[in-house]
């Protein structure tokens, strides 16, 4: 009697997926329980378990197939590997034997649910991206030490820059076979004309769709400002030492904006809000999404009742976002809702920027790199640390000057901190 291996009902918002690897192939023998595929939505990736022990008899979609939720993945059997396993040409079965032979060396070298902590003992689990950076750079997951519960994408990073011989370590390779850096097209030689196909990821085709759909859905238009950052940083310098030693996490700026939005969306409630047909959907709570950069694209996730976490609570949970929207461990509930959003283009350099919707929100506010500027005080002209500020939001609901008031107000928050930390 066999049993399907069905798409599971990820969240709400996801309808499908693609199959990123079967970790075991038809004829192998599973365990129930044991993962056996490993599946890619739009927004985090999942592992697809046994459903009982058995014989994966059959898969009826291969790596690379879109499914969807619901769909039959493939069966597993009662009984033996090779009783499930069909009958095979003389030629196919000695291919067959010699490919199982290396899946089984690669098994016993890189298991697909554990690997050891680094010293030889406690075996821990390992993340899907784990494994996925582990085939990519070439690296044994038994010889990664795992900072945490689980073997991350960041401990296999680590453990493969610090595995790779130094420039002065190895020898020079040939012009021709130069290694490109990562995320970088390879060097072309004189008279060269290549070109890359790459299929985009789920989550990278979801967002150039959102992207899309966002510009042509609303009445999108942007306004600037800019901040001087001085009290902000001068109050950081004083408490930064006191700060990290009581709760363990650096105080970034991103809290002082998180505050100053949060405040300014009470005075200005139509930017905390969604359009549903003819009618505006005023939220009053507070769920501010901070984007965060990740390897497959940008995650929203959510700070839930900002107005009323502290600063600290703030910083440990954004810290908390970057670091698993690298390891790939987000959660679906980590990235649902949220009433408006921060995106700070500045970590990378950009010194103004339009940001882009995330829909439904009709708000979203763009920080960007602080940089030395001579301006205009008190009839002299002096250099202040200054930040440019950008709010994307929709006209059909937000009217222009409301739009700018809600920045002004922001940018007088962040400008007095005292009045920020009595607002807020």
Known sequence: MSVNIVVPEVGESIVDARVAKWLKKEGDVVAAGEALVELETDKIDVEVSAP?????????????????????????????????????????????????????????????????????????????????????????????????????????????LGARPSALDRPAPAAKNLPSAQGQAPRAQ????????????????????????????????????????????????????????????????????????????????????????????????????????????LVV????DADRLSFAAMELGIRDFAKRANDGTLTLDDLRGGTFSITNGGVYGSLMSTPILNPPQVGILGLHTIKERPIGVNGQVVLRPMMYVALTYDHRIVDGAEAVQFLVRVKNLVEDPAVLLIES
Do not use: C, W
């Open 190 to 297: 004189p008279g060269e004309r290549s070109e890359t196909r790459e299929r985009m990821s789920k989550r990278r085709a979801t967002i150039a769709k959102r992207l899309v759909e966002a510009q042509s859905t609303a009445a999108m238009l942007t306004t600037f400002n800019e901040v001087d950052m001085s009290a902000v940083m001068a109050l950081r310098e004083r408490q930064k030492e006191d700060f990290k030693k009581k709760y363990g996490v650096g105080l970034g700026i991103a809290s002082f904006f998180v505050k100053a939005a949060v405040a300014a969306l009470r005075a200005f409630p139509r930017l905390n809000a969604e359009i549903q047909g003819d009618e505006m959907v005023l939220k009053h709570y507070y769920d501010i999404g901070v984007a965060v950069g990740a390897a497959e694209g």
């Open 52 to 160: 009982r022990a058995g014989v994966l008899e059959k898969i009826a979609h291969t790596n690379g197939a879109d499914v969807k939720i619901g769909e039959v993945l493939g069966t597993i059997a009662e009984g033996a590997a090779t009783e499930a396993a069909p009958a095979k040409p003389a030629a196919a079965k000695a291919a067959a034997r010699d490919a199982e032979s290396t899946e089984a060396q690669r098994a016993t070298a890189e298991p697909a649910r554990k690997t050891t902590n680094g010293s030889g003992g406690t075996s821990v689990p390992a993340t899907p991206s784990a494994r996925k950076a582990a085939r990519e750079q070439d690296v044994d997951l038994k010889s990664v030490k795992a900072d945490g519960p689980r073997v991350t994408k960041a401990d296999v990073d680590s453990q493969a």
């Open 301 to 304: 996730p959510v700070l839930r």
